[in-house]
Nanobody
């Protein structure tokens, strides 16, 4: 059973930075893709970024491109989301996801979800 555990959320001022971590366990992830989604109060869940585990190919939502960086440490089975130049509109619960297909993540249908971590950006 795949388990995804996020950490690193918190309160930060606008313009600041945070790094989210997602520890993955339960299987070999070499053929998998990992992604981050977010959901703000009253809004639909939104794709943020994704990465293929083996090749490290990355994909981003336009709203975070050039500010957020997704990466993975294959030795630690951990995926990261580095968030720079944070804006109040980045405030949301951030979820780590995993799936065997990168396309499924980009279609907002990953098979596995973490419990989420809150990110709050104050103005």
């Amino acid at each position: 059973q795949v388990q995804l555990v996020e950490s690193g959320g918190g309160l930060v001022q606008a313009g600041g930075s945070l790094r989210l971590s997602c520890a993955a366990s339960g299987r070999t992830f070499s053929s998998y893709a990992m992604g981050w989604f977010r959901q703000a109060p009253g809004k639909e869940r939104e794709f943020v970024a994704a990465i293929t585990w083996s090749a490290g190919n990355t994909f981003y939502a336009d709203s975070v491109k050039d500010r957020f960086t997704i990466s993975r440490d294959t030795a630690k089975n951990t995926v990261y989301l580095r968030m720079n130049s944070l804006k109040p509109e980045d405030t949301a619960v951030y979820y780590c996801t995993a799936d065997g297909l990168i396309a499924t993540i980009r279609d907002k249908r990953p098979s596995y979800w973490g419990q989420g971590t809150q990110v709050t950006v104050s103005s």
